[in-house]
């Protein structure tokens, strides 16, 4: 069922007019890194001291390309308003840069991971792929990317209780959310069903993980696709050479576009063959199992004058 069949003004539905098939910016390399959570990672103490709470959590603030989505719309300026929403953010990447020293999961990568799934979304809808939305519930590609939004964008809020479990705490925290952000859009039906399918596609981008659906397959592979050197730059700046860093500094840049014979072309640039680590160990994992392989296509580039990452390493 097309979008274009739901559209009540009679226009073109903006997703199939060409002049708006242009790339959009999506990934870390494009999105500079939040220097808040830069300051937290270097010292703590005297960074949450000096600054106020509020202001980590004005800073936070989501773009994604609407495409005339007026839902999406709706949606993107309720969680720019949402104090408790983006105030988890700024918890579970308190618990993730400077407590655990982990990489980055401020808004920054939620932003960035949203841009990545509707990316995908859009070029799998280009193709023909419809998802469960449509094809389960006779509702519209566009609310279908409502729910790829909610679900990047609301994956990793259980990382403000704990990273252990971070997924099942994610989805009693999300579920109220996602009711809250979609109030009024919605008959009541319908906002279970999205509410619904946005909780399967947070419970399904842990590892392991077993999505049943083209929306939850791509919140998946989303997360997995923020992966440049920028995702991994505080705890790189701060010493941590663990290969999750160290492989992440490997990553120049991730472009999506239309494959030559599958929806989806990947095409990776690394400046360093310890990149491999990312595509093999957390791009490949997730995309085995999400339903999106037959669509994806994947090209990986190493610079020819590979660049030094370490001069020394000691344990």
Known sequence: MDDAQHDTTGQTDPEL????????????????????????????QEALSERPVHEFIAEARINVPSRGNRVLEQVLERINTDDELRTWWHIGNLNAVARMGMNDHSWVHMQIVANIGIKLARLLFRAGVEPALVTDYGLTRKDAEVVVLLGCLLHDVGMSIHRNGHEEFSLFLADRKAHQLLDGLYDEVARTVMVSETLQSIISHRSGGMPLTLEAGIVRVADSLDMTHGRSRIPFEQGSLSIHAVSAAAIDRVRLTSGEERAIRVHIEMNNTSGVFQVD???????????????????????????????????
Do not use: C, M, W, Y
């Not at 007019?17 to 790339?23: A, I, R, S, T, Y």
């Not at 994992?285 to 990986?300: D, F, R, T």
């Open 17 to 44: 007019d060409p002049q708006h098939l242009e790339e959009e910016p999506a990934f870390t390399s494009e999105i500079p890194v939040s220097n808040l959570a830069r300051q937290v990672a270097s010292d703590r």
């Open 281 to 315: 160990e957390l791009l490949r994992k997730k995309l085995k199992g999400s339903g999106l392989e037959p669509h994806v296509e994947i090209e990986v580039i190493v610079h020819e004058q590979e660049k030094r990452l370490l001069d020394r390493f000691t344990l």
